[in-house]
């Protein structure tokens, strides 16, 4: 029995041989034994992953099985996994702004919610139980539900949830006594409401999450009329009653820098003149109501308050407003009563540069109704609010054409889901 020569110790001599003179007989063997062997996988190599710097230092040190690298990548392929899968579900949501796909509907039926698909009919209960529940509104993201708890002797909670209905909460301290607005923030992150308070309206923020108190905006400007400007939402647009008289203000997204765009407004009538606040699609025009002793006027205004003037000129109107911009920015849906003796009326639909017709569609109302866009801006839902005759919500072409009716008879405000594009 023999002890093989080890290579260290020949190492030298084969050196010496390689570098004097021609190419050594042995390295036939050498490739005749190492052809059949396989070669080692690319990924397997550190210097594919680390720099050779620190892999040349860690040798001297590291064991023979790269146990410290290996951990190393795995934790380098965990992060491009999780960054993988982050972006993935940011494609999933919808941006606050601009078309969105068609979701479900949501509405509510003796105090109870559910959500129904207008494409299918079916319908599905999600909220139950002995409260009183109502008025329930996706978050512009899809992902979140929100609705009023009306409490046994008075007072109104605002629930979320997620969309399906699971994680109930609630998110203010105390019931509200009076409510006049609710409703998500463009980033999904907050419920805008409005309440009577201390002798005025007040207008807070309340986190979805709870972990923030309630911010107030505009503190004793009376605000109504909230709308955030697209297409970032870094600036809200109000409408502020200060010692009796209307202006419109804007202010920056956290409250600061608030500042008046329009001159004081008519002291009679205080309601309609400089309301139904809207911004276009494209955050650049403002649409808004102006009072006169004989007509009720769509204006519109530069997003800085210049450049005021009438929006729909084409028809003497008796009474135009409640406007409502498409999502897609082509189109905007408003209330416009002809002054031709009828006594009903009707959802007005006209193209969002102001040209062309004022087109019609809808069952003719003997009341007002309440009215959104779907998501892909190819219909409008109307719940009428008043009018025993037309008891559920309706789907309107705004081209003028045929409506129909969901199928499902429920009663609450129009809401509908937005859901990503992708």
Do not use: C
């Amino acid at each position: 029995m023999t002890t093989p020569t080890r290579l260290e110790r020949t190492l030298p001599t084969i050196l010496d041989e390689l570098a004097a003179g021609p190419t050594p007989e042995y390295l036939d063997d050498v490739f005749a034994r190492t052809a059949p062997m396989r070669q080692r996988p690319g990924w397997t190599f550190p210097e594919r992953w680390l720099p050779m710097a620190d892999i040349t230092r860690s040798r001297a040190f590291a064991p023979a099985a790269p146990w410290r690298l290996m951990a190393m990548a795995l934790v380098i392929l965990a992060l491009i996994a999780g960054a993988l899968i982050y972006a993935g579900a940011s494609r999933h949501v919808p941006a606050p702004f601009g078309p969105a796909r068609n979701g479900l509907i949501p509405y509510d039926k003796n105090g109870d919610i559910y959500v129904g698909d207008p494409v299918t009919g079916q319908t599905k209960l999600i909220i139950s139980g002995p409260d009183d529940d109502t008025d329930a509104g996706y978050s512009p993201d899809g992902l979140q539900l929100a609705w009023l708890r009306h409490v046994a002797g008075g007072g109104t909670d605002i629930m979320v949830s997620g969309a399906d209905g699971g994680g109930v909460r609630r998110l203010n301290s105390a019931p509200f006594t009076d409510l006049s607005d609710a409703y998500y923030t463009p980033d999904s992150r907050f419920i805008l409401v409005r309440h009577p308070f201390a002798g005025y309206q007040r207008v807070e923020l309340l986190d979805v999450t709870g972990k923030e108190a309630p911010r107030e905006l505009a503190p004793g400007y009376n605000a109504d009329n909230v709308a955030f400007r697209p297409p970032d939402a870094a600036e809200i647009l109000f409408r502020g009653l200060v010692d009796g008289r209307y202006r419109v203000y804007v202010m920056n997204a956290d409250g600061s820098n608030i500042r008046p765009i329009t001159a004081v407004g008519q002291t009679e009538d205080l309601g309609m003149d400089l309301g139904d606040l809207a911004y276009t699609s494209d955050g650049q025009h403002i649409l808004y109501t102006r009072w006169f002793p004989d007509t009720i006027q769509l204006w519109q205004m530069d997003a800085d308050g210049s450049n005021q003037h009438r929006f729909d000129t084409q028809v003497a109107a008796a009474w135009s407003g409640e406007t409502r911009v498409s999502p897609d920015g082509k189109w905007i849906a408003y209330w416009h009563v002809f002054e031709d003796g009828r006594s009903t009326q009707r959802v007005s639909v006209m193209r969002a540069d102001g040209t062309g017709p004022i087109i019609q569609t809808g069952p003719e109302l003997t009341g007002l109704a309440d009215w959104i866009w779907s998501p892909d801006s190819s219909k409008i839902l109307m719940m009428p609010r008043e009018d025993a005759d037309h008891p559920q919500h309706y789907l309107l072409d705004p081209a003028g054409g045929p409506w129909t009716t969901v199928a499902w008879q429920g009663t609450g405000t129009p809401e509908w889901q937005r859901l990503a594009l992708d």
